[in-house]
């Protein structure tokens, strides 16, 4: 099984950035991949963005060109830049990990932006 945990959530004025950071540990599989999910309160969880380990990546429509998702699979960690951040971006940021064994997520990271 495969464990993933995320840090650097935080407070964050309107217009400001984070870096979301999420570290695998565990049976990785040279073949899988990672994505962000973000919920916000009263609403579903969400895809933010998600990437392969053989680099191909997908954006949500709300968040390209502001959200960079990125990953060091020799450190097995997957990062989200997060630029021009607004109120509505505020949420629980989940990681996942996926892969033919695994499908593991993690505790999230409280995003909050606001002035």
């Known amino acids: 099984q495969v464990q993933v945990v995320e840090s650097g959530g935080g407070l964050v004025q309107p217009g400001g950035s984070l870096r979301l950071s999420c570290e695998a540990s565990?049976?990785?599989?040279?073949?899988?991949?990672m994505a962000w999910y973000r919920q916000a309160p009263g609403k579903e969880r969400e895809l933010v963005a998600s990437i392969t380990s053989s680099g191909s990546t997908n954006y949500a429509d709300s968040v390209k060109g502001r959200f960079t998702i990125s990953s060091d699979n020799a450190k097995n960690t997957m990062y989200l830049q997060m630029n021009s951040l607004k109120p509505e971006d505020t949420a629980v940021y989940y990681c996942r990990y996926i892969s033919v064994r695994s499908n593991s997520w993690g505790q999230g990271t409280q995003v909050t932006v606001s002035a």
């Open positions: 565990g049976r990785i599989s040279s073949i899988n991949s």
